[in-house]
């Protein structure tokens, strides 16, 4: 059983940036998939990133690596998506999701956390 829980989504002005978190409990692994998820208002949800646990990059503190970009904090179990350059387009629900024994079904999913873009 795993457990996510997404926070950080709010309201930003459009050309800002925000950090989301997905903290993890229980069995993640190594090879545990990762990914974040967006929906938006009448569209499909959609992916945005996802990788193995153990090949998101630990550098959270990078910035300008393209406008979105996963991280993680091993001691903390958590996940993070850094976004920048926002644009209105951006407004969605955005969902971070494991898919425990990467065969490639997300079997858990967070709550989701709203973003929203002001122009």
């Known amino acids: 059983q795993v457990q996510l829980v997404e926070s950080g989504g709010g309201l930003v002005q459009a050309g800002g940036s925000l950090r989301l978190s997905c903290a993890a409990s229980g069995r993640i692994y190594t090879y545990t998939r990762m990914g974040w998820f967006r929906q938006a208002p009448g569209k499909e949800r959609e992916v945005i990133t996802a990788?193995?646990?153990?090949?998101?990059?630990?550098d959270y503190s990078n910035p300008m690596k393209g406008r979105f970009t996963m991280s993680r904090d091993t001691a903390k179990n958590t996940v993070y998506l850094r976004m920048s350059s926002l644009k209105p387009e951006d407004t969605a629900i955005y969902y971070c999701?494991?898919?425990?024994?990467?065969?490639?079904?997300?079997?858990?999913w967070g709550q989701g956390t709203q973003v929203t873009v002001s122009s």
């Open positions: 990788r193995a646990w153990s090949e998101i990059s630990t």
């Open positions: 999701a494991a898919d425990v024994d990467s065969d490639y079904s997300w079997d858990y």
